[in-house]
């Protein structure tokens, strides 16, 4: 199809994904469309019609410029390859890359990318094969062992989070499917059984029938973010305004059903981030949790529960990953540019992440190698890998000792921007997992400081030479870093290696508001 069209030229959407497919050389689907118009990016005419001419100046002004605009902001030495431009969310999150959420987990397209026996112009050799034994020091939400276990790679990680390790475990276990969709099944009806307050579900009829009436009037979709998108409407003012106006409705109805929103003490994480009906159907769900005995099933179900109940946080939708105060009231959201309302139970999301995990092992499991893998919840700066191993299995010991760990893939927590235990307060307030703050390397609460910055270099190069002790005199490491103070070489040096190439990648769709360009370089290291 030509790319010059006159003005007005409409099509539907089929029509203008095959334009927008030929015009950017590569696939565009009707989802990407769909996309454009549910968020006022171009304009929606009758009959869900494009104006070919609106799609083209979005893809000028954006989208076919964006790498230019990147690379002036951050370098020309900017790996564009590497920002997996062309792939979709659900490919990025495919089968149990999503089953919890992480802070700081990169995408398992890049882990892919180097573990892999491919090369490319910038990838010119193979440093893995199926068979080698990878370790990651910094495992998290184990995006490198999946990757791994998918490409037949033996994989070891270690976090110091037991929580982290539990996310592991749970996708890489192997489930009796039959008997986990029934427990599973149990499990989700006892909770939809279980009321405490009988008005609450009358209340949120009430509630959405109310706020469904004031959205279509004040915020109609997709014309308000057109509006937004366009400046014809100051958002911060009129949300603002709009929010206000709502909550005489709200707090009318809370006081007609009586709803008790704030719970009677404020002790810990669940007492203060939960309205009163949440936390008491979370504690029920706990106590049915205690009574399974399958420990597989457990696993599965605890961290269904814990995604479940980070979602029913009572929070703004814009501040789901950064909190920052309990929100207990309507609320105009920037994120859907509409009056949201807080959580005021867990059943609808447990039932819908249920059925996603299930969803989501079934997907792994088709892909999924028989490999050894094992997840060590311990100090990576002394922990001894062998004997950890030895007591989880004597057979990977075995190999363990034969052939060593041959490289490393992970991405290192950057200096002073997560607290890795906090962002799971909920988690570990229910379930009881022993906290180990005192032994994360560069958390936020310590800053990002010349004392930090070095205290953060000695603790990953520590990392570094305790790895050593167990891995293949020819190694490879991979590590992900944000190095905005220049810390690597220095803790390369330190660790007896040296860096044998840096791959700056762009970092996209990523969640904050904050969308400003910001990149990352891949390390690779050897010994010295």
């Not at 920002?83 to 397209?109: A, M, N, W």
């Not at 976090?159 to 969709?181: A, H």
């Amino acid at each position: 199809m030509s790319t010059t069209f006159p003005q007005r030229n409409l099509v539907n959407i089929h029509e203008a994904c095959r334009w927008a497919t030929n015009f950017l050389h590569r696939e565009i689907s009707p989802t990407n469309i769909s996309y454009l118009l549910q968020y006022g990016k171009i304009r929606r005419y009758e009959q869900n019609l494009i104006d070919l001419e609106d799609l083209k100046k979005y893809y000028n002004s954006f989208h076919g410029k964006r790498e230019l605009n990147w690379k002036q902001k951050l370098g020309n030495d900017l790996n564009w390859a590497l920002s997996f431009d062309h792939l979709r969310e659900k490919d990025t999150t495919k089968h149990v890359h999503r089953l919890h959420p992480y802070k700081g987990k990169f995408i398992p397209q890049l882990v892919k990318y180097f573990i892999d026996d491919h090369t490319d112009n910038f990838k010119t050799q193979i440093f893995f094969q199926k068979g080698d034994i990878i370790l990651d020091p910094f495992s998290g939400s184990g995006t490198t062992l999946v990757q791994a276990n998918e490409l037949g790679i033996h994989t070891i990680g270690i976090d110091v989070s037991k929580f982290n390790c539990t996310i592991t475990d749970s996708k890489l276990l192997d489930y009796d499917f039959d008997l986990l969709v029934k427990e599973v099944s149990n499990f989700k009806k006892a909770i939809q059984n279980f009321e405490t307050q009988n008005n609450v579900e009358e209340f949120e009829k009430e509630l959405l029938n109310e706020l469904t009436k004031f959205n279509k009037k004040y915020f109609p979709s997709p014309q308000f973010k057109r509006d937004v998108y366009t400046k014809k409407i100051n958002e911060n003012t009129f949300g603002k305004e709009k929010e206000v106006e709502f909550l005489k409705i709200y707090n009318s109805l809370v006081e007609k059903y009586k709803i008790k929103l704030k719970q009677n003490k404020n002790n810990n994480f669940l007492d203060k981030w939960y309205i009163k009906n949440t936390r008491d159907e979370i504690d029920f769900a706990f106590e049915q949790l205690k009574r399974i005995k399958d420990e597989k099933i457990k696993c599965i179900l605890v961290i269904i529960l814990s995604r479940t109940i980070r979602s029913c946080r009572a929070t703004t939708h814009s501040d789901l990953a950064t909190l920052k105060e309990p929100q207990f009231t309507a609320y105009y959201c920037f994120k859907h540019k509409k009056i949201c309302k807080p959580l005021f139970s867990i059943k609808y999301w447990f039932t819908r992440y249920a059925n996603d995990t299930i969803a989501r092992l079934r997907e792994f499991s088709q892909v999924k190698t028989n490999v050894y893998w094992a997840t060590i919840s311990a100090d990576s700066r002394t922990v001894n890998i062998f004997r950890e191993i030895e007591k989880r299995s004597p057979k990977f010991l075995e190999l363990l000792q034969k052939q060593k760990i041959k490289g490393i893939f992970s991405s290192p927590p950057y200096v002073g921007q997560i607290d890795y235990h906090e962002q799971h307060a909920y988690a570990y307030d229910l379930f009881g997992f022993e906290r180990k703050d005192e032994f994360e390397i560069g958390p936020l609460y310590k800053g990002q400081g010349i004392v930090a910055r070095e205290s953060y270099a000695e603790g990953i190069a520590q990392v570094l030479l305790n790895s050593r002790k167990f891995m293949v005199g020819d190694f490879d490491v991979f590590l992900v870093a944000n190095d905005k103070w220049n810390l690597y070489p220095s803790i390369a040096e330190k660790a007896g290696m040296k860096i044998m190439n840096q791959f700056k990648r762009p970092v996209l769709n990523r969640t904050e508001r904050d969308k400003n360009p910001y990149s990352e370089i891949i390390f690779h290291l050897k010994k010295v």
